[in-house]
């Protein structure tokens, strides 16, 4: 696999705050990558530091070889790279698939729907990459805590420990159903 993007000790610091610190990362080609964490973890800097609207404190990021961090937006766009925004207001107690249903069914008739309903939505994952979303990386306080499958990331119990916490004995809280990956 050849890698198309790669961060190399990426680190972003406001003053003594380590947005993110020392992260390495690749993308090869042809691959989803993920990257998830709660918030303040690091995710937005990340981003913006690999789309060049903010330059890294160390390190830097690459694409096809050529660096792509502490330019700027509009000249890292031309080098083939760019970020969207979080605008979208996805359902959050639902899944990807079912927020896709969602907007399949809207507007229609009620009695429209069942298979052929998921069997569009699934077409609309597909082509747009989401069927089957193939590593992620996980981020908490700046710092790469796991890296794997979506099955692999959502059993590790630092992963855990990060969303939710310890309880009053220092014992990672147990996922509710629903909670896993
Ligand atoms: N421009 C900034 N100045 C100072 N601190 C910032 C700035 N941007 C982000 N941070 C801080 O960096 C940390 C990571 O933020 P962010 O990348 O937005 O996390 P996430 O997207 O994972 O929620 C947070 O503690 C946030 O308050
Ligand atoms: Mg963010």
Same mark, same amino acid.
């Given at each position: @696999? #050849?890698?198309i ?7 972003? =610091? %406001? ?16 691959? &989803?990558?993920? $990257? &998830? ?7 937005? #800097? ?37 970020? #969207?925004? *979080? ?7 639902? #899944? ?7 907007? =399949?069914? %809207?507007?229609r ?5 069942g298979?052929?309903? $998921?069997?569009?939505? @699934?077409? &609309? $994952?597909d ?35 990060? %969303? $939710? ?5 220092g *014992? ?6 629903? *909670?896993?990956?």
């Amino acid at each position: @696999m #050849t890698a198309i993007l790669v961060g190399e000790s990426v680190s972003k =610091h %406001y003053g003594g705050l380590k947005a993110v610190d020392d992260v390495d990362f690749h993308l090869d080609d042809g691959e &989803i990558l993920g $990257l &998830i964490g709660p918030n303040g973890a690091g995710k937005t #800097t990340l981003f913006s530091v690999a789309a060049g609207s903010t330059p890294p404190t160390h390190g830097r990021v690459l694409l096809d070889g050529k660096e792509v961090s502490g330019k700027s937006a509009h000249r890292s766009v031309h080098l083939g790279i760019c970020r #969207t925004h *979080q605008i979208v207001r996805p359902f959050a107690r639902l #899944t990807v698939a079912e927020n896709v249903l969602v907007g =399949h069914h %809207y507007g229609r008739p009620p009695n429209v729907g069942g298979r052929d309903a $998921l069997a569009v939505t @699934m077409e &609309i $994952l597909d082509f747009i990459g989401l069927a089957d979303a193939d590593r992620i990386i996980v981020l908490d306080h700046g710092r790469k805590i796991a890296e794997g499958t979506p099955a692999e990331v959502g059993n590790d119990p630092r992963v855990i420990e990060a %969303y $939710l916490g310890r309880d009053d004995e220092g *014992q990672p809280v147990e996922p509710e159903e629903g *909670q896993r990956a």
